[in-house]
Each structure stands twice: as structure tokens, then as C-alpha cells.
């Protein structure tokens, strides 16, 4: 909460975006959102005096070095040691946002940053191949050879004939 969006006119709380909103940059809000934040890590990323506390996961460009990046990644980000039971995230007509940081007590950004929306991106959007997260299956996972490949078997079935005996007289 309090997180300023900057919107075509002013900066804004994110709270206080509501659908139709025009962001700078032309992206228009589709979707407001409220998340349950009680699980969600805050990293400040330190920008601007006071810094920026954002959610870890949240997808930000890092200003160190320009990479699309989660929050909790950002060279320099700190863990925030505290919780919001409520997250606030947009989606927006082109999967992006600025985001402000500003002095206690004031409404005037003093730096931005460049976020993505809820969404992050559309499938078949060219931002795909620009963001390449951690997230992608060969950094997540890497295989670095097959050495051999071993063939497990099962059990092997024994199949027997099915009875009935009828029970002994005594």
C-alpha cells in the first residue's frame, strides 16, 4: 500500500488506481487487484531517500544494471523483515508501470522505477524474449549431460489361475 503509479496526470497511491486510469507511458489499467500479502517477502530496492518496498516476487528493471528482475533480486535490495496483509498490483493494457518512491509525508516522486503489471506479459508478446527471468525451465533446472541412461523396470506380473474350491466336508 501507498506504492505511487505514475499515472498520465500525477502520481498516484496504487490504491487509488481504478480501472480506465492512463498511466504515463499510454498504458491503460484493465484489472485492479487485491492480494493477500501475509506470505509475501517485502524487499525495499532501494530507490529514492526513503526507498521503494515492493513485493519480492514482483518484476521491477533493476537500475544497476537495466535486467528484468524479481524484487528480491535487485542488486542492493534489502529484506524488509515486515508484512502488508494486503498487496496491491494492476493489470495493464501493455504489462507495464512506473513506479514511484517519495519522502515520508509527500506525494512528489522523487525517483522511479519500471515495473510489470500483474500479468508481466502476453504469451505472444516480444517482451518475452527481452525479460528471460529465472523463471525459464534451463536456468531453473539445468542439465549439464546424460552420463547414462538406466532402464527401470516394474514388477514383473505373475499371472495364476483363478479357483474355486468348494469348502471341505467335515
Known amino acids: 500500500p501507498g506504492t505511487l503509479v505514475l499515472t498520465r496526470d500525477n502520481a498516484r497511491a496504487i490504491e487509488a488506481i481504478r480501472l480506465g486510469d492512463v498511466l504515463r507511458g499510454g498504458d491503460v489499467v484493465e484489472a485492479t487487484m487485491q492480494l493477500a500479502g501475509h506470505l509475501e517477502p517485502l524487499y525495499d530496492v532501494g530507490v529514492g531517500p526513503d526507498g521503494l518496498v515492493?513485493?519480492?516476487?514482483?518484476?521491477?528493471r533493476d537500475p544497476a544494471d537495466g535486467a528484468w528482475k524479481h524484487a528480491a533480486d535487485v542488486v542492493g535490495a534489502v529484506h524488509a523483515h515486515a508484512r502488508e496483509p494486503v498487496l496491491f498490483n494492476l493489470i495493464?493494457?501493455?504489462?507495464?508501470?512506473?513506479?514511484a518512491a517519495a519522502e515520508a509525508g509527500s506525494a512528489a516522486p522523487t525517483a522511479w522505477l519500471e515495473?510489470?503489471?500483474y500479468m508481466e506479459i502476453d504469451d505472444d508478446d516480444a517482451l518475452l524474449e527481452e525479460i528471460r527471468l529465472a523463471?525459464?525451465?534451463?536456468?531453473?533446472?539445468?542439465?549439464?549431460?546424460?552420463?547414462?541412461?538406466?532402464?527401470?523396470?516394474?514388477?514383473?506380473?505373475?499371472?495364476?489361475p483363478v479357483r474355486?474350491?468348494?469348502?471341505?466336508?467335515?
Request: some cysteine.
Open 164 to 170: 474355486h474350491d468348494p469348502p471341505p466336508c467335515i
Open 54 to 60: 515492493l513485493g519480492g516476487s514482483h518484476t521491477v
Open 115 to 117: 515495473a510489470t503489471d
Open 92 to 99: 495493464t493494457s501493455n504489462h507495464s508501470m512506473l513506479i
Open 135 to 160: 523463471l525459464q525451465a534451463d536456468e531453473l533446472h539445468p542439465i549439464e549431460g546424460v552420463r547414462r541412461i538406466v532402464q527401470l523396470r516394474g514388477a514383473q506380473r505373475r499371472q495364476q
